[in-house]
């Protein structure tokens, strides 16, 4: 914050300076005065410049946070809505249930590979699959531990969500 306050102070201070420079030299204006006050100008160009290039990065940067917050929200009602054994007709759930994560996982995978190749690389990294406990805590069931056919797509569920709460934490070095 203090760093913003610096930058925002720096443009007006420059052109006080600039005005109280030009106001002292119009009346006497030497080769000298001329090359201060094109200094001056130079100054409050690179200046503006900069801060313009720094507020165009945070508004892309906070678009793309919200992007992989969105998938992170998905991600999430995917990971809640994990069929709960004993439940009638619970083959044709968990075959819808993967399928959803499935296509989640394919729409996630290209959005982030136009936004950023290092994004993507992150997202598709499974990498600790197989340590991810096969109970689920559902706080709305009992506990319940997952049967053989959705262990394997819930693991790697957990492991994307991991991925993109990653990628929104390191957001500047991702896109």
Avoid at 56 to 63: C, G, T
Avoid at 94 to 112: F, G, H, Q, Y
Wanted: net charge positive; glycine share 0%; proline share 3%.
């Amino acid at each position: 914050m203090a760093h913003r306050k610096r930058r925002n102070i720096k443009l007006p201070v420059s052109m006080a300076m600039s005005v109280d420079a030009a106001r002292r030299f119009l009346g006497d204006l030497r080769p000298a005065d001329w090359l201060i006050i094109c200094i001056e100008l130079a100054f409050l160009i690179v200046v503006a410049a900069q801060w313009i290039v720094d507020a165009i990065h945070k508004r892309r940067l906070q678009k793309r946070r919200n992007e992989v917050f969105a998938l992170l929200l998905e991600a999430n009602k995917l990971r809640a809505s994990t069929p709960v054994p004993f439940t009638e007709h619970l083959d044709y759930a968990i075959v819808d249930w993967v399928l959803s994560v499935e296509k989640w996982r394919k729409t996630a995978s290209a959005l982030l590979a136009v936004r950023s190749e290092r994004a993507a690389t992150r997202f598709m990294l499974i990498v600790s699959a197989n340590t991810k406990d096969a109970t689920v805590y559902d706080p709305f069931h009992s506990s319940f531990v997952l049967t053989a056919d959705q262990l394997q797509c819930y693991q790697m569920l957990l492991c994307h969500i991991d991925n993109l709460s990653t990628i929104m934490e390191m957001a500047e070095s991702y896109f």
